[in-house]
């Protein structure tokens, strides 16, 4: 039997499109870079999408091609894990706008045989999810046993059955909104202003330098990680305490604007190791997409017409010390799909890790999952 060459790791498909954008721009051809794991049963009821945060990849399960890490949610993703390989088919794809192979501000514009750059459209969430439906379309998977994310991947899981209500059987949406706040957009709007204030941004044109605008890219990154963070998660793991400083001959303590605290060492540090692996324009691309997700508003100002047509079941996490994406925001999914008619599972898990939790290791989380896809299966 002849491998199927769409299935497996560091795929990548051209597909002609166009795709219709919320902007009113047609996009054509489509990139999409993915992965596959498991097999396809034969009428193709198995598949489970995965659909990644902010700054995450295709690479869910296997290692980074940059950084060498793992995949960025091997916790919840793998053989005896909720989503395995060994029931499931998994695919998860790099968004629109993204940086790892998808079309978006650092792919070719063949139009002017150039990056795109600032002349890419500007997208949303729902585009990502249509993009992501082209793909399961050349893959062969007209309806998802379940679609999974957290944070904004969330926000695409939600997305899924409000925009295909026939090709999603269950939903699980994990540490995320139904739209962001005044809050969450002043924080990306400082990020973002971090990215264009750096003189090498050059309006975004940067790609021929090789000379990004790393330095704005890492302050951005460091003000988004703070709100991943919590109070408690900080004060336990670095609290006030000071990096180790030379001693001086006179044994006077020295001030200065260097990372004396360990806090600040660690910010500095996310922030220069993420600039290796991310571009900044798609920084601006999907921070914008986020801050314009607004489902209720897509569906007539009603959260609860979202989901009216749907058959999917829902199962909705938080945890209690996010306070990028606080409880109180699934609960508002929540008593939507209550109002729909939809069936959905709800819970608030305890940890001291705020909003990151779901990317870290969470028994409960997985519990939950666990049970809630296989009751489905």
């Known amino acids: 039997m002849t491998e199927d060459v769409r299935f497996g790791l560091a795929r990548h498909v051209n597909l002609p499109g166009?795709?219709?954008?919320?902007?009113?721009?047609?996009?054509?051809?489509?990139?999409?870079?993915?992965?596959?794991?498991?097999?396809?049963?034969?009428?193709?009821?198995?598949?489970?999408?995965?659909?990644?945060?902010?700054?995450?990849?295709?690479?869910?399960?296997?290692?980074?091609?940059?950084?060498?890490?793992?995949?960025?949610?091997?916790?919840?993703?793998?053989?005896?894990?909720?989503?395995?390989?060994?029931?499931?088919?998994?695919?998860?794809?790099?968004?629109?706008?993204?940086?790892?192979?998808?079309?978006?501000?650092?792919?070719?514009?063949?139009?002017?045989?150039?990056?795109?750059?600032?002349?890419?459209?500007?997208?949303?969430?729902?585009?990502?999810?249509?993009?992501?439906?082209?793909?399961?379309?050349?893959?062969?998977?007209?309806?998802?046993?379940?679609?999974?994310?957290?944070?904004?991947?969330?926000?695409?899981?939600l997305s899924w059955p409000a925009t295909f209500p026939e090709r999603v059987r269950a939903a699980v949406v994990i540490a995320s909104t139904a739209r962001h706040t005044a809050q969450n957009i002043a924080f990306h709007e400082v990020g973002r202003q971090?990215?264009?204030?750096?003189?090498?941004?050059?309006?975004?044109?940067?790609?021929?330098?090789?000379?990004?605008?790393?330095?704005?890219?890492?302050?951005?990154?460091?003000?988004?990680?703070?709100?991943?963070?919590?109070?408690?998660?900080?004060?336990?793991?670095?609290?006030?305490?000071?990096?180790?400083?030379?001693?001086?001959?006179?044994?006077?303590i020295s001030f200065g604007f260097d990372a004396d605290f360990q806090i600040e060492s660690y910010l500095r540090h996310q922030g220069i190791s993420f600039v290796d692996r991310f571009d900044a324009n798609s920084y601006l691309y999907i921070t914008r997409a986020m801050d314009y997700f607004d489902l209720g508003g897509e569906h007539g100002g009603h959260l609860a017409n979202a989901f009216r047509a749907t058959k999917a079941r829902f199962c909705l996490v938080s945890f209690d010390t996010d306070w990028l994406y606080p409880t109180a925001e699934s609960r508002a999914i929540v008593h939507a799909l209550n109002a729909a008619g939809a069936p959905v599972s709800f819970v608030e898990l305890s940890s001291p890790y705020g909003h990151d939790a779901f990317l870290l290791d969470a028994p409960e989380m997985n519990r939950v999952v666990d049970g809630f896809l296989r009751a489905g299966e």
């Open 194 to 252: 971090a990215v264009m204030a750096d003189p090498k941004w050059r309006g975004g044109a940067y790609y021929d330098l090789g000379d990004p605008p790393a330095a704005g890219l890492a302050v951005a990154r460091m003000a988004a990680h703070i709100t991943y963070l919590s109070e408690a998660g900080l004060t336990e793991k670095f609290g006030r305490r000071l990096q180790a400083r030379p001693d001086r001959p006179d044994g006077a």
């Open 18 to 157: 166009p795709l219709r954008l919320d902007g009113g721009a047609l996009l054509s051809p489509v990139e999409i870079a993915y992965e596959t794991y498991g097999t396809l049963n034969a009428d193709a009821s198995n598949a489970v999408l995965i659909c990644h945060a902010l700054t995450g990849d295709q690479h869910v399960a296997s290692p980074h091609p940059v950084t060498g890490k793992p995949g960025w949610w091997t916790r919840m993703v793998g053989q005896g894990k909720p989503v395995d390989p060994d029931r499931h088919f998994i695919v998860c794809a790099n968004v629109l706008g993204s940086c790892m192979g998808s079309s978006g501000p650092a792919t070719i514009n063949p139009a002017a045989s150039a990056p795109w750059g600032m002349a890419f459209p500007v997208i949303t969430i729902r585009d990502m999810v249509r993009a992501q439906a082209l793909l399961l379309d050349h893959l062969g998977i007209a309806v998802l046993q379940a679609v999974v994310g957290g944070s904004m991947g969330g926000m695409q899981a």
